[in-house]
């Protein structure tokens, strides 16, 4: 939970059809939920008074195309999740389709044979990846071989055209590892148009060969397409804006909102968006400025920057339990994008805090975007066990920044106290993480690194050792 503390991204918000309101936009994930320990969130765990806007993430498209859950328990989840409005009756709650996964197989892998295999429907998949690969080629070192087969060339990616990931990636990651002498093939070069509104007499083939993205339909001014991993989906946001109005107009209760979240790199953004075409359609765009760098590179990068590096070229150019892991590193700014890092032997780990909050709040209000969304809920330290500065620290923090148009957050009821040398030393022999508290049920021990912490469940909760949580008495 300690590396959960710092927030997967900050980002820019364009509010396209109500220009004066600022809006918080935070992003509530149904995966964490299986989080261990005090990592785990829940709707319970969200604060409905803390931003503008709630997106639950992610719905699944089913093959009939119509909404469907992902998580086994998503129904029950958002009625937990649009109960929050009970309390703030000012949010608005909204719900994601897509995410990393929309369109593409469910990976697993099989412990005991070390290989992965894929799910998509009634299909299955058994494949090698690099992180197979690296388990076959560290067998074959250990057991002396003079080397590896492979059956056969083209079934590799040869052409770079399926991946993404260059020409040969399976056997190019395999030569690496193998320390051998393999002429990899020249890189392939691709061009891209400037604009994409050729459109083909088919829809369900339009996407093939384009980068991920949404296109205009020439052949039809209502509608667009959408392209995820070569798969097709044609939209019709005008007729989805139409029928949200008619339905408001009906019930007499304000429209439903349309919004996207769009990716922020100019070579995707060139490609792949028609921004003043969907913009009609849409209340507001999130716009995507995090996961610039990450393990899919070779060198380290921070994930979040406000601006350029000195190091980037080409289209990166343009690209726009943290505070367990502060305790004995060493905290550098990477001054030309003005966002912190830390050094602890061998690690490196980029991260926001409040710094580089200001100064990225300070350039959306001066470039008058709408306001800020957050990725996500969970990875900010939303009960205060971490950074002893009380619960949601960085949101907090960031709302303060958005100005007057949102109001104040109400009075915390959750209290820290702590206890460096309580006279137990509960911790000093205990797994770090939350446990009970015998003499009192209204605190509970918070352990890491042996140190303890003492901390109080909000007024009238007691804690329940079955979940690790704060939860009501039974009555």
């Known amino acids: 939970m300690a590396r959960l503390a710092v927030l997967g991204g900050l980002s820019l918000l364009m509010c396209l059809q109500i220009v004066s309101s600022t809006k918080l936009v935070c992003y509530f994930t149904n995966w964490s939920q299986y989080r261990p320990g005090v990592g785990r969130y829940m709707p319970s765990n969200v604060d409905p008074n803390l931003c503008t806007h709630l997106i639950y993430a992610f719905s699944a498209i089913s093959p009939s195309n119509e909404l469907s859950p992902y998580e086994w328990n998503d129904d029950i989840l958002y009625k937990s999740f649009n109960a929050l409005k009970q309390t703030n009756p000012k949010l608005k709650t909204l719900l994601a389709v897509g995410g990393w996964n929309f369109g593409i197989a469910h990976v697993h892998w099989i412990d005991e044979q070390k290989v992965p295999y894929a799910t998509k429907g009634n299909e299955w998949v058994g494949f090698d990846n690099w992180q197979s690969f690296e388990i076959k080629a560290q067998y074959l070192k250990d057991n002396k071989f003079g080397g590896a087969f492979i059956w056969a060339l083209d079934l590799d990616d040869f052409s770079g055209q399926f991946c993404g990931q260059g020409n040969y990636p399976l056997i190019g990651k395999l030569s690496s590892l193998l320390d051998l002498d393999y002429p990899r093939p020249p890189p392939s070069i691709t061009t891209t148009a400037k604009t994409t509104t050729t459109t083909v007499a088919s829809g369900d083939d339009f996407c093939s060969g384009k980068p991920d993205g949404i296109y205009k339909n020439d052949m039809d001014s209502n509608s667009f397409y959408q392209c995820v991993y070569g798969h097709t989906y044609h939209q019709r946001c005008q007729e989805l804006l139409e029928g949200y109005t008619a339905e408001g107009t009906a019930t007499d209760r304000p429209r439903l909102m349309i919004s996207a979240a769009?990716?922020?790199?100019?070579?995707?953004?060139?490609?792949?968006?028609?921004?003043?075409?969907?913009?009609?359609?849409?209340?507001?765009?999130?716009?995507?400025?995090?996961?610039?760098?990450?393990?899919?590179?070779?060198?380290?990068?921070?994930?979040?920057?406000?601006?350029?590096?000195?190091?980037?070229?080409?289209?990166?150019?343009?690209?726009?339990?943290?505070?367990?892991?502060?305790?004995?590193?060493?905290?550098?700014?990477?001054?030309?994008?003005?966002?912190?890092?830390?050094?602890k032997q061998n690690e490196w780990v980029g991260y926001d805090n409040k710094e580089s909050f200001q100064t990225k709040a300070d350039y959306l209000k001066d470039n008058r975007?709408?306001?800020?969304?957050?990725?996500?809920?969970?990875?900010?330290?939303?009960?205060?066990?971490?950074?002893?500065?009380?619960?949601?620290?960085?949101?907090?923090?960031?709302?303060?920044?958005?100005?007057?148009?949102?109001?104040?957050?109400?009075?915390?009821?959750?209290?820290?106290?702590?206890?460096?040398?309580?006279?137990?030393?509960?911790?000093?022999?205990?797994?770090?993480?939350?446990?009970?508290?015998?003499?009192?049920?209204?605190?509970?021990?918070?352990?890491?690194?042996?140190?303890?912490?003492?901390?109080?469940?909000?007024?009238?909760?007691?804690?329940?050792?079955?979940?690790h949580c704060c939860d009501w008495p039974l009555l």
Request: net charge negative.
């Open 262 to 343: 769009v990716a922020a790199g100019k070579g995707t953004i060139d490609a792949g968006y028609e921004i003043a075409e969907i913009a009609k359609y849409l209340d507001f765009i999130n716009v995507m400025t995090y996961d610039y760098h990450g393990t899919f590179e070779d060198v380290t990068g921070h994930h979040s920057p406000l601006y350029k590096g000195s190091q980037d070229t080409g289209n990166h150019a343009y690209l726009n339990t943290i505070c367990t892991f502060l305790q004995g590193a060493s905290v550098h700014l990477i001054e030309d994008q003005e966002v912190p890092y830390a050094i």
């Open 369 to 467: 975007f709408g306001g800020a969304f957050v990725w996500s809920l969970d990875l900010d330290d939303f009960k205060g066990q971490f950074c002893g500065q009380g619960n949601y620290p960085l949101i907090s923090f960031l709302r303060s920044l958005l100005g007057p148009d949102l109001p104040p957050l109400p009075t915390r009821e959750t209290t820290i106290t702590t206890s460096a040398k309580p006279p137990d030393n509960f911790c000093a022999t205990m797994t770090s993480g939350v446990h009970a508290k015998p003499d009192d049920p209204h605190s509970f021990y918070n352990c890491a690194n042996g140190i303890t912490w003492i901390l109080n469940c909000p007024a009238n909760l007691i804690f329940k050792d079955s979940c």
